[in-house]
């Protein structure tokens, strides 16, 4: 996604602030809302055991998990689906994973968002090198260290495609950073992160960036991906880093 973000300061920063719909210029919200409230009513309507697990997972870090959030003085907005599927993973708001990867990898090479990473390519060994760090210190063992294979996506039939079958093979409380995009053009315009967990036996997949402000939710999906909301074409490929519970 197109958020370059060239400095930063930690959300818990008393000059950083999240932000309402009204104060963003973006004229995505109106059908962003529309989608994400018509994509969570279909998922309570057919996962409603699932749905104060699923639920849990945002509140557990905060309403600062995936808003755009103005940083210091000056209006530079975060939000990056990299930097929030890895922080959903991580129990992290997006602008702290930012900040962490910053100092675990002072490389530029490695920062897998902003003017640092123009391919997608450049994203994926970033997010690899910086999940093989953080996972063990969250508990975590990455049992996919350098990401899975791209598998072919059907994104109206998610369940039928390899990749899901073998997200699906995981154990109960595995976690998930999920690359999707389309296969023939694989480029950061067209493509996108989102976040998954199997809890309960089902693998359950968020997108956090679509909460551009506090008063969007994430997206819950199981089974079906369109993301024409966010001016993303047909995707056709999926990949996933597999973070399995080492208790």
């Known amino acids: ?15 950083a602030h999240a932000l309402e719909h009204s104060e963003i210029n973006d004229a995505r919200i109106p059908g962003i809302k529309t989608a994400v409230e018509a994509y969570n009513a279909e998922f309570s309507q057919a ?21 755009a959030v103005i940083t210091g ?30 100092q675990l990898m002072s490389d530029t090479q490695y920062h897998f968002w902003g003017s640092y990473s123009p391919t997608v390519e450049q994203q ?3 997010i690899s090198k910086y999940l ?10 990455l049992a996919t260290p350098n990401g899975s294979q791209w598998f072919d996506l059907e994104q ?47 693998v359950i997949f968020i997108d956090g960036q ?10 819950y999906l199981t089974d079906k991906f369109d993301f024409s909301h966010l001016n993303i074409p047909l995707v ?3 990949m996933f880093w597999a973070l399995e519970p080492t208790s």
């Open 1 to 15: 996604m197109k958020k370059l973000l060239l400095s930063m300061i930690s959300v818990l920063s008393i000059n």
């Open 47 to 67: 996962y409603s055991p699932l749905l104060a697990d699923v639920e849990s997972i945002g509140s557990s870090i905060g309403e600062m998990i995936n808003t």
């Open 73 to 102: 003085n000056q209006s530079r907005m975060l939000s990056n689906c990299s930097l929030n599927a890895t922080g959903i993973a991580t129990r992290q708001t997006t602008a702290d994973v930012a900040t962490d990867a910053e």
């Open 124 to 126: 994926l060994v970033g």
């Open 132 to 141: 093989s760090i953080k996972a063990p210190q969250s508990g975590l063992s």
């Open 156 to 202: 109206e039939e998610v369940k039928k495609s390899e990749g899901w079958k073998a997200m699906d093979q995981y154990q109960d409380g595995t976690r998930f950073v999920v690359g999707i995009g389309l296969m023939d053009d694989l480029i950061r315009d067209n493509s996108h992160y989102i976040y998954a967990e199997k809890i309960n036996g089902e």
């Open 210 to 219: 679509t909460n551009l402000s506090t008063d969007i939710e994430p997206t």
């Open 236 to 238: 056709t490929g999926l």
